[in-house]
């Protein structure tokens, strides 16, 4: 089987993404991880897959699998690069769509100056719709993970999240913690782990380690959930500028019952062909 697909990137987080607009595209969870494969396949993060809208209200329908080969609800570094094909592919010139997704409809907007704006939602704190299995909503919560404590910040943002403050983003223990948070029993479907600096009121620093993909040179769901967090905290401001290893978002998120607003960039790489394992 031959797929033909086009390779994007936001802020280094990469997605091979396909137009099934037309006809139907189904990919087994084996050729999803072929394709993920930077050795084999072509190399991504996610694939992303552009789908008619299911709905009236709506103008795409939008699916992310992760490099494992699993659905997963949102990627908001993959909204914005949608939102740039669609418009490349001329399957839209509206500067506002609304888009379907597993988590619900996200509404990316197309800037003057190329970059995206996606209205990401209102966040979610009740642990049942993270999911996150404790009594009760708390401010933070206490994580056991590998013998230690670490307090986090518990929320959804169409995808869930844990997000802890750390000293310094460049010495966090993402590579040993991630995991552990990744697959930690009190988050049924997994979780991504956030690890947040906070610079000042208005600048962040982050890394992500994403559930099924692993660390991700950027991840907008994550600076979304991160912001939020530390707004909850305190110690930031309503617009944040959020530093990943692969550039900079910038997050709005008013207060509670508010949406979350991210703006930044989606760029195209190449267009290609894979030939598929059966």
């Known amino acids: 089987m031959k797929l033909t697909f086009t390779k994007m990137q936001g802020l280094g987080n990469d997605f091979v993404v396909v137009d099934a607009t037309r006809s139907p595209v189904v990919l087994t969870p084996a050729q999803l991880r072929f394709i993920a494969d930077r050795h084999f396949g072509v190399g991504c ?6 789908e008619p809208a299911r709905s009236a209200d709506t103008d795409f329908y939008y699916r992310i699998f992760n490099a494992d080969g699993g ?6 570094n993959g909204a914005r ?15 506002v769509i609304r ?19 996606v209205n990401m939602g209102v966040p979610r704190f ?3 719709q993270i999911p996150f299995t404790v009594p009760a909503r708390l401010p933070l919560y206490d994580l056991a993970v590998d013998k230690n404590i670490i307090k986090i910040n518990a929320l959804s943002i169409g995808n869930p999240h844990a997000v802890q403050v750390v000293a310094d983003a460049d010495s966090a223990p993402v590579a ?15 979780v991504n782990a956030g690890f947040m600096q906070v610079v000042d009121r208005g600048h962040i620093r982050l890394r992500v380690y994403e559930r099924g993909a692993g660390e991700t040179l950027a991840c907008g769901t994550g600076a ?9 905290r305190g110690l930031l401001d309503a617009r944040v500028t959020v530093s990943t290893r692969g550039g900079d978002l910038v997050i709005v998120w008013s207060g509670a019952g508010q949406p979350v607003l991210m703006t930044g960039p989606a760029v195209t790489v190449f267009d290609g062909t894979v030939e598929l394992p059966d």
Do not use: W
Not at 88 to 93: A, I, K, P, V
Not at 106 to 117: M, Q, Y
Not at 224 to 232: D, L, M, S
């Open 45 to 50: 993060d996610q694939l992303l897959m552009v």
């Open 71 to 76: 659905e997963v609800e949102q990627c908001g």
């Open 81 to 95: 690069c949608f939102v740039r094909y669609v418009h490349q592919r001329g399957l839209t010139d509206k500067k």
């Open 99 to 117: 888009v379907g997704t597993l988590a619900g409809i996200i509404e990316p907007r197309l800037e003057a100056n190329s970059e995206v704006t």
């Open 126 to 128: 009740e642990p049942a």
């Open 176 to 190: 040993t913690q991630g995991p552990l948070i990744e697959a930690h029993p009190l988050f049924p479907q997994r």
């Open 224 to 232: 979304c959930a991160a912001v939020v967090a530390g707004i909850e």
